[in-house]
């Protein structure tokens, strides 16, 4: 499998405090926010230059499966590699140790949810 590193995903407490920083302070560049049903959450994406990577703000609403409790320091929600195949890169996960954890299907596409051996989940999207 070959996966291009495509974005940083972060979780937020305040959306909207969040987006002021990153444009004001760092000069980003916003897309968003909208809501995303599937996560019962909202999402931001932000960008320094066309084609770079992108940092993803998400905000998580009570009840969805991602609201846990928010830990300053720790708010490293996921990385997003893009793969060719993602039934293929779900194999190969798999044969490696490496199980799907969680997995979203929306209107838009499917994605699935990895770990790393540290814990930090890793989306697979094609």
């Known amino acids: 499998m070959r996966a291009k590193l495509e974005y940083t995903g972060i979780r937020v407490r305040d959306m909207d405090a969040s ?8 000069g980003m560049t916003v897309e ?6 599937a996560t ?10 066309v084609g770079g990577p992108s940092l993803e703000l998400n905000y998580y609403e009570n009840g969805s499966p991602f609201d846990t409790k928010y830990e300053t320091g720790e708010a490293l929600d996921h990385l997003g590699f ?6 293929q890169a779900i194999a190969e996960a798999k044969k490696g140790g490496y199980p799907v954890v ?6 838009t596409g499917r994605w699935v949810y990895i770990q790393d051996p540290n814990g930090i989940r890793i989306e697979l999207y094609s």
């Open 40 to 49: 019962k959450g909202i999402l931001a994406s932000l960008t320094n230059e």
């Open 19 to 26: 987006i002021r920083f990153y444009t004001t302070v760092l």
């Open 32 to 37: 968003g926010p909208r809501p995303l049903e």
């Open 102 to 107: 969680q997995e979203v299907r929306s209107a």
């Open 82 to 87: 893009k793969v060719g195949d993602l039934e």
